[in-house]
């Protein structure tokens, strides 16, 4: 999990598999990101269970395939203890355990767990968010960790610059979030997800969803991705208005549409620093559906 001369001394970083860690753009992600070890969720589907990126993911993906169904399960504390004691084994001074919020995911209770149990101190950490919005919080932990912060500085960091990102998507499954149980809030001028799903057979739509305080909110509905792709731009650029921004594109299966709203964000964002782009993992997958497209906007490290 981790190399003894990237942590030793240092503080560690573990999160879980719905972080949609970047691809590194600049060597200083690289070194920052060998600061950090994934706990995969547990993916379930006709009757088989594997890791979220493991081996036998590809038997799971062959189920679905078939027809079956998606699920998701927060990995067992044992998981986490094996990542702590890899940590305190290259000579972690502590770890923080950053993951995704406590109200979508029990992932934080075992994470809780396993810290009692840890050789070195953890901090266990909701970042409120998911996806490239927990990417790049945990890899602005790492970047914290790397320039030698202490425990409660790398968390209180990786807090901040998660209350100060925005995390916008698009469904081109408009039922995927309402089959997996996710679709939480609606703004108090939408309909409510009771409301929509009883309207589900009427309704053709792409939902267009922000991420906040661990809560999934319902932006607006548009008829087509196309339609969906303008309008994440469009709220990528106003928030983040004259300030400089990291952008992550994330997509599932949709590799052409995201490739458009990095075209679009480069045209209506002319101060982004770093422009990442990510495939979701299947722990992702299993609640948006195939063809989702989102776009998270982050303050540049040296503004948090």
Same mark, same amino acid.
């Given at each position: ?41 547990? =993916? %379930? &589907? $006709? *009757?088989?269970?594997?890791?979220? +990126? ?10 679905? @395939? #078939? ?109 995927? =979030? %309402? &089959? $997996? *149980?996710?679709?939480?809030?609606? +703004? ?10 009883? @309207? #589900? ?104």
């Amino acid at each position: 999990m981790f190399g003894e001369q990237s942590v030793r001394g240092k503080v560690a970083v573990v999160t879980d598999s719905t972080a949609s860690l970047p691809e590194p753009v600049a060597a200083e992600d690289g070194a920052c990101l060998r600061l950090v070890a994934v706990v995969p969720l547990r =993916l %379930l &589907a $006709g *009757g088989l269970v594997a890791d979220d +990126g493991g081996a036998e993911a590809d038997a799971v993906r062959e189920a679905v @395939a #078939r027809g079956e169904r998606l699920t998701t399960a927060r990995p067992p504390p044992d998981r986490f203890v094996a990542a702590y004691r890899a940590a305190a084994q290259a000579g972690a001074r502590a770890v923080i355990s950053l993951h995704l919020p406590e109200t979508l995911s029990g992932t934080i209770v075992s994470a809780e767990l396993a810290a009692a149990m840890s050789p070195v101190p953890v901090r266990v950490v909701d970042a409120m968010t998911i996806g490239t919005g927990l990417g790049l919080t945990v890899l602005e932990a790492a970047r914290s960790a790397a320039d030698g912060l202490g425990p409660d500085e790398v968390a209180a960091r990786a807090a901040r610059y998660a209350e100060l990102i925005g995390s916008f998507f698009a469904l081109a499954e408009p039922d995927a =979030l %309402l &089959a $997996g *149980g996710r679709f939480l809030t609606a +703004g108090r001028d939408q309909p409510s997800s009771s409301a929509l799903d009883q @309207a #589900r057979p009427r309704l053709i739509f792409r939902p267009i969803l922000r991420i906040r305080s661990g809560q999934i909110d319902l932006i607006e509905r548009v008829r087509t991705m196309a339609v969906a792709v303008s309008r994440l731009t469009e709220l990528a650029a106003n928030f983040a208005g004259d300030e400089p921004a990291d952008v992550a594109i994330e997509h599932t299966a949709n590799a052409g549409r995201a490739a458009d709203l990095g075209d679009r964000l480069g045209a209506a964002m002319p101060r982004i620093r770093r422009r990442y782009v990510v495939a979701s993992g299947a722990g992702i997958m299993a609640h948006v559906g195939h063809g989702m497209v989102g776009v998270t906007v982050a303050p540049h490290p040296a503004d948090v």
